[in-house]
């Protein structure tokens, strides 16, 4: 069955870089795209960014010039990588993917807190 | 970007009882294809959200029959029907129109 599971540091200094991981499997990143939400603590959600199948990307342009997402097809892994993280930043951080193209997140990891402080 | 604006619940809704809940969108999420991209999710506490309705009125696969999504172009109501302890926790709205895909700001359900 489709699974997606983020892993990552849990705390990082502010001004430092968040490097996040998303292992998926029971489906190919070839053929579906795979997008990044965030929920700091007690509050709503945002939307970051999406990798689709062919490999190309569009980001939350709140967080464009800090975002990068990247994946590793032969390993079934979608990366995060934001710098100059802040004190806002500390959040539950989402995988998501959709079941039919264009019709909401159907699939979503756990979630991981990343919490950024000194 | 698109606002997406959620209306409140007079809480607590007595079990039993239905509940509607209310968004509106900026902008309107009819494409030219005749979809309506707009989503309902319910996040339970401690859990990820889960898709309830998309494309304004179709439930997602496993979602009881108690919820149902309407409305026009902006204009979108959720309605619970018959409101259960397991309904409890937040529902958002989202709309998948254009980026950024932006969510409202959400609706707390609470059962009496």
């Known amino acids: 069955q489709v699974q997606l599971k983020e892993s990552g540091p849990g705390l990082v200094q502010p001004s430092e870089t968040l490097s996040l991981t998303c292992t998926v499997s029971g489906f190919s990143l070839t053929s579906n795209s795979v997008h990044w939400v965030r929920q700091p603590p007690g509050k709503g959600l945002e939307w970051m960014g999406i990798?689709?199948?062919?490999?190309?990307?569009d980001y939350n342009s709140a967080l464009k010039s800090r975002l990068s997402i990247s994946r590793d097809t032969s390993k079934s892994q979608v990366f995060l990588k934001m710098n100059s993280l802040q004190t806002e930043d500390t959040a539950i951080y989402y995988c998501?993917?959709?079941?039919?193209?264009?019709?909401?997140?159907?699939?979503w990891g756990q979630g991981t807190l990343v919490t950024v402080s000194s | 970007d698109i606002v997406m604006t959620q209306g409140a619940l007079p809480n607590p809704v007595p079990s039993g009882e239905s509940a509607s809940i209310t968004c509106q969108s900026s902008?309107?999420?009819?494409?030219?294809?005749?979809?309506?991209?707009l989503n309902w999710y319910l996040q339970r506490p401690g859990q990820s959200p889960q898709l309830l309705i998309y494309w304004m009125s179709t439930r997602a696969s496993g979602v009881s029959d108690r919820f149902s999504g309407s409305g026009s172009g902006t204009d979108f109501t959720l309605k619970i029907s018959s409101v259960e302890a397991e309904d409890v926790g937040v529902y958002y709205c989202?709309?998948?129109?254009?980026?950024?895909?932006?969510f409202g700001s959400g609706t707390k359900l609470e059962i009496k």
């Open positions: 989202q709309q998948f129109l254009e980026y950024p895909f932006t």
């Open positions: 902008k309107s999420l009819l494409h030219s294809n005749g979809k309506t991209y």
């Open positions: 998501t993917r959709s079941f039919i193209p264009n019709s909401g997140f159907a699939y």
């Open positions: 990798i689709r199948s062919g490999g190309s990307t």
